[in-house]
């Protein structure tokens, strides 16, 4: 049942346009579609039958150019309407029905609390009509709505209302046509009683446009902070790609059960409330930042995604790499630079590394799926940002500024391919990208190796720079950005031999061989060389450098990110040893050099306060994990909680003066100055709660009563959530009370609970599934009990089996509702193999009781059977 990418040919039909008729009525959502269909002169074969995709639709009738169909002249399968004999050109006509409240997969049209809405990427809009359901047949929508004015006031879909009106039966309709031709899969529809909060823009070239944001009745006080973000994201794309908003209207409609964070469907993006929703006291800085990074990125999909869109699925990261990564310039360029990098950084270790190293593990541009909803991956995403980063690395800011504008020259209003993107960068700033190319068909983290050699009497320093990725192949080009730190903590001016040009204190390497040497010439001290700075290549370091390398790297490197990532590596070593000495049972060791370190981030914390937090966060337990031959979540738990409390004492009069000392006065603002002192405060406090002594946990308490915002105030419940004294219980129950209408904050609660690492939290997890305001059937609520808990890495790796079992049981009962989100909850499984042998035999246990369940979906199945090889 896979797909291959090589199988692609295009489609044999094409349809010009698309004339929708929406009849909405008590548990029933009657479709009429007009197609204007006709042979694709571009299709391989001129005699194919039509086919059109339809799941999980009731055929009413279906006519070509006015004519019913009899029985006998097409045939209707689980996934297809086939017409055998179609002419040239005509118009079909079909009539579906279904019921959009029995719809729990919440793929195609689908009821929430207050109406209904459509999620059509990647096939859902086949679960709304008969359709050749794929990106490269682009079409012109018209979309009339018919539906009680009462339930459903609002009736919306994309572009711009050209009629509405009064029906009886205190029912009412409205029109709308798109004027921009599009794939399926950027259709979407709304019939929902919704709040407005409205705006008017101009943009660059003084096109008058109005933005709309419609959230649940009532909750118009949590829409600004997107309207706001909307606006920003606006001004930057035109300041720095020179793309404007080419619509009338752009309307973001919010939704509470959604399967993802947010759709870009043209001029009507859908967003899971989540990333919506946001007031002072309901939603943390980081909800604040997600908000503003998904509000830009579905904007931005306008032009990369809308405009030009993908000619088939496995081009995905063609609109969603490049996406990510103008979110990422995008919050660079409002938050901190060197803050938001480490962030993705981060995110890119612990998901998308242990994917690639995984039975899911595919190349950026996969070659095969059988269900495409399993490929909206790190990898595509977070990796494939990673790819246009290194291009834009290669090319510099100007020439790549060029070759998007050559890009949207050539390709705009057209479905084309990662190798389109690339052409027109190479085409724009004639940099030979060949090497490059090949990061979009190789899947695995690669690998590549440095050691330094000083000639102090040629004063020159020689870097000699491997790379593997372990499946042959011709190596791929990694640009390795890399400068040298004098003993006196000062950046050496670079000069490579037999190169006249200067180059800065920073200088991008070109590694395209298997192994290369770069000889640097005026080298007046023995410096520490600092590799992949800003982390300008996604792969696995090796650099050979010594503790006392690293020290000195994360007291003085120029560049941020690596200031922090010898820290990482230092901790990261630190840690490990630490599993290792626990494991023999002898004393872990924290060596005076780091602590010392720490103690200078600490002393300098003024300076950049969100810098500072970041620095003071240790290895993720699942970074850690990726780096052991065996994983040991108990002894990696153990070790990263006592240097943790090591630091925690030495320094806890310096972490409680700087809990006081940052503290934030006057009006909640995101911005990232406040935000920056509210983590270096709260790290703080996760510092002294390491310590878990009856003076934290009071100060903690107090902390937790008197915060005036959802930052503060989680920052405490998490930490009390983790600790067994009676304020746990108390702080729990205080909140639930004060929040329990508020979804999204309840969210919290469940996952405080389902992530804490005290004993018993499986058990707590179970009963969390009893309350009653637990519902599986709402993605954010189980994401926030379930994805949650099988993120744990000592409680879903219980060496008992218990969590994997629990776990397994959750995936089966989730598939029978929402495959996509069970599937989801399967990959926790992913890295099982990376245990010991009692866990694997658990693990499979699991894994193949949720393979044998009954009526299992292709979307689970396909990542079980992968997992079980
Ligand atoms: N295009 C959306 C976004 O990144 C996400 C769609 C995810 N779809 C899915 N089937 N998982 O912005
Ligand atoms: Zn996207």
Redesign the pocket.
């Known amino acids: 049942k896979a797909v291959l990418l090589r199988d692609y040919t295009p489609p044999a039909f094409l349809i010009d346009s698309v004339d929708l008729d929406v009849d909405v009525r008590e548990k029933q959502a009657t479709i009429r579609s007009r197609l204007a269909v006709r042979r694709n002169p571009a299709a391989k074969d001129a005699a194919q039958p039509l086919v059109l995709d339809g799941r999980h639709l009731e055929l009413v009738s279906v006519a070509i150019d006015g004519r019913a169909l009899a029985p006998g002249e097409y045939t209707v399968d689980e996934d297809h309407l086939r017409i055998a004999e179609a002419p040239a050109a005509f118009t079909l006509e079909a009539v579906v029905r279904f019921d959009p409240w029995a719809n729990t997969r919440l793929e195609g049209f689908y009821a929430s609390k207050d109406g209904l809405f459509t999620q059509c990427e990647a096939q859902g809009f086949r679960c709304i009509t008969y359709f050749i359901d794929r990106p490269d047949v682009m079409s012109r929508y018209t979309v009339t709505l018919h539906a009680g004015r009462e339930r459903f006031p609002h009736l919306l879909a994309n572009g711009n209302q050209v009629a509405k009106g009064e029906e009886d039966g205190e029912r009412h309709w409205a029109k709308w046509e798109d004027p921009f031709p599009k794939p399926s899969y950027l259709f979407a529809m709304v019939a929902a009683k919704l709040d407005l909060l409205e705006e008017g823009f101009v943009t660059r070239s003084g096109r008058k446009a109005l933005l709309q944001v419609y959230v649940e009745p009532g909750k118009i006080d949590q829409a600004g902070f997107a309207m706001h973000a909307l606006k920003k994201a606006m001004r930057w794309d035109e300041a720095v790609f020179g793309l404007e908003l080419d619509l009338e209207r752009f309307m973001i409609v919010a939704v509470g059960d959604f399967n993802m964070g947010a759709m ?1 469907n043209k001029g009507l993006n859908i967003f899971n409330t989540k990333y919506i929703l946001a007031r002072p006291d309901t939603a943390t800085d980081y909800d604040y930042y997600g908000i503003d990074k998904v509000v830009a ?2 904007y931005f ?1 306008n032009w990369t ?1 809308n405009r030009v869109t993908c000619r088939d699925w496995f081009q995905l990261t063609l ?2 790499g490049l ?2 990564f103008r979110d990422q310039e995008y919050s660079a360029d409002e938050y901190s630079r060197a803050v938001a990098r480490i962030q993705d950084v981060r995110d890119l270790r612990a998901y998308q590394f242990p994917e690639d190293a995984g039975p899911m593990a595919h190349p950026v541009r996969p070659d095969s799926y059988v269900e495409i909803n399993n490929f909206y991956t790190a990898t595509v ?1 977070e990796k494939g940002a990673e790819v246009i980063r290194m291009i834009y690395t290669l090319l510099g800011r100007e020439p790549f500024r060029k070759g998007m504008d050559l890009y949207f020259e050539r390709h705009d209003g057209q479905a084309v391919t990662c190798d389109d993107f690339t052409q027109a960068m190479q085409d724009a700033s004639g940099v030979d990208l060949s090497g490059l190319r090949r990061w979009y068909s190789r899947a695995g983290t690669p690998r590549v190796t440095a050691r330094g050699v000083y000639d102090e009497a040629a004063q020159a320093f020689t870097l000699t720079v491997g790379q593997s990725l372990g499946q042959g192949g011709e190596p791929l080009h990694i640009p390795l950005a890399v400068g040298l730190v004098g003993p006196d903590g000062v950046d050496i001016p670079l000069r490579l031999e037999g190169d006249a040009a200067a180059s800065g204190t920073t200088r991008v390497l070109d590694l395209r061989e298997a192994e290369q040497q770069f000889r640097f010439v005026e080298v007046t001290a023995r410096p520490v060389p600092s590799l992949l700075r800003g982390f300008s290549a996604p792969v696995v370091l090796d650099g050979g450098l010594t503790d006392a390398d690293l020290t000195h790297l994360m007291t003085h490197d120029s560049d941020p990110f690596n200031r922090w990532e010898a820290g990482q590596v230092l901790a990261t070593r630190i840690i490990l040893a630490g599993v290792e000495a626990l494991k023999a049972g002898k004393p872990m060791e924290v060596p005076t050099a780091y602590v010392e370190a720490v103690g200078r981030i600490l002393a300098s914390a003024s300076r950049d306060p969100a810098f500072a937090a970041e620095c003071l966060a240790l290895p993720d337990e699942a970074i850690l994990a990726e780096q052991m031959e065996v994983a040991d979540p108990d002894a990696i738990h153990e070790a990263r909680r006592r240097l943790k409390r090591e630091i925690a004492e030495r320094y806890r009069t310096r972490f409680e003066g700087a809990f006081r000392h940052f503290t934030v006065t006057g009006p909640y603002s995101p911005d990232a100055n406040a935000a920056g002192r509210r983590s270096l405060r709260n790290a703080s406090l996760g510092y002294l709660m390491a310590i878990d002594d009856s003076t934290a946990r009071a100060l903690t308490f107090l902390e937790y009563r008197r915060a005036e915002n959802m930052t503060d105030t989680m920052a405490a419940l998490e930490c009390l959530a983790n600790s067994a004294g009676a304020e746990r219980e108390r702080a729990l129950g205080m909140f639930y009370e004060k929040w329990k209408d508020e979804a999204l904050v309840v969210d919290k609660w469940f996952r405080a609970q389902a992530t804490s690492d005290l004993p018993k939290t499986l058990d707590r997890v179970k009963s969390l599934l009893a309350h009653p305001a637990f519902d599986l059937r709402n993605p954010n609520r189980a994401r926030a009990v379930l994805h949650a808990f099988a993120g744990t890495a000592v409680h879903f790796h219980a060496a008992d089996g218990e969590g994997y079992r629990f776990v397994a049981e959750q995936v089966v009962a989730l598939d029978r509702i929402n495959p996509q989100i069970a599937s989801r909850l399967a990959r926790a499984f992913d890295r099982w193999k990376k245990y010991d042998a009692g866990r694997q035999a658990h693990a499979r246990g699991a894994l193949e009781s949720i393979r044998s369940a009954e009526g299992l979906s292709s979307d689970v199945g396909e990542v079980v059977g992968r997992a079980l090889g």
Do not use: A, C, F, L
Request: proline share 0%; hydrophobic share 10%; aromatic share 10%.
């Open positions: 870009e990125h579905e999909h995604g609109k969603e996406t990510v995403y």
